[in-house]
């Protein structure tokens, strides 16, 4: 086998591409499972505010998504350019800042009966639609 050093240009990024997409596909597959898993024991008791989930099901849940978020992110740090990187940081900072203005806002205005109480689910698709947005107009303007 060939070290990285005797490939081409074009086959290290191949190469690269590659591990980006299983190391990507790891985890979606990790959070399938998860996921599965929770719709397997409280789809009974649904979804609903006050339905309590097993102590030991939101504890393996924490984990996983910790586990996950910090090696996913060690294992793409090292595979991302400084170009990407700038481009991640620039969503991820867009994406806080929704997060920041949203939350507030939308609190103020309930304690004011303006609006419903705020979502929990709500703010965290806006946090991740404000991430992808903002990842794609920086990435592709």
Do not use: N
């Not at 097993?54 to 793409?76: E, H, K, Q, R």
């Not at 595979?79 to 867009?94: F, G, I, M, N, S």
């Amino acid at each position: 086998m060939t070290t990285s050093d005797q490939l081409s240009g074009e086959a290290r990024l191949k190469q690269r591409e590659q591990r980006i997409w299983a190391i990507k596909g790891s985890l979606f597959v990790v959070g399938m499972v998860t996921g599965g898993i929770v719709g397997y024991l409280v789809a009974d008791s649904g979804f609903s505010a006050d339905a309590r989930w097993p102590a030991s099901l939101a504890v393996g849940l924490v984990v996983t998504y910790l586990a996950a978020i910090g090696i996913g992110s060690w294992l793409l740090r090292e595979l991302c350019d400084e170009v990407e990187r700038q481009l991640q940081y620039k969503a991820t900072t867009t994406a806080g800042l929704f997060y920041i203005i949203a939350y507030p806002v939308w609190f103020v205005l309930w304690k004011g009966g303006l609006l419903p109480e705020p979502s929990h689910w709500q703010l965290f698709l806006g946090f991740y639609a404000a991430l992808l947005a903002s990842y794609l107009f920086y990435r592709y303007r």
